[in-house]
Nanobody, 118 residues
Framework: QVQLVESGGGLVQPGGSLRLSCAAS???????????WGWYRQPPGKQRELVAA???????NYVDSVKGRFTISRDNAKNTVYLQMNSLKPEDTADYYC?????????WGQGTQVTVSS
């Protein structure tokens, strides 16, 4: 069974940076490579939205609000997905979730909280 563990969240001032990590286990090296990985977020009182995704071929896509500020990457050797977040804004405050997708099967982490506030 795939297990995803996020880390790296916290409190940061506007304009600051954070790097989220998502470590995958129970998936095997080959499995990790063929998954599409994504980061979602859910602000307080709002619906969960896709922030960024990266395919098995390395193609990426981002929600418009984070383009130019966030970067998703994957380390196939470490079975880990990252989300580098720069120039953070208060509206980036949310619980961030890692998602792994293979076909119609989704796996989710427990989430990590990001708070952007002065």
């Amino acid at each position: 069974q795939v297990q995803l563990v996020e880390s790296g969240g916290g409190l940061v001032q506007p304009g600051g940076s954070l790097r989220l990590s998502c470590a995958a286990s129970g998936i095997g090296g080959i499995g990790f490579r063929i998954y599409t990985w994504g980061w979602y977020r859910q602000p307080p009182g709002k619906q969960r939205e896709l922030v960024a995704a990266i395919t098995s071929t390395g193609s990426t896509n981002y929600v418009d609000s984070v383009k130019g500020r966030f970067t998703i990457s994957r380390d196939n050797a470490k079975n880990t997905v990252y989300l580098q977040m720069n120039s953070l804004k208060p509206e980036d405050t949310a619980d961030y979730y890692c998602n792994g997708r293979l076909g119609r099967t989704d796996s989710w982490g427990q989430g990590t909280q990001v708070t952007v506030s002065s």
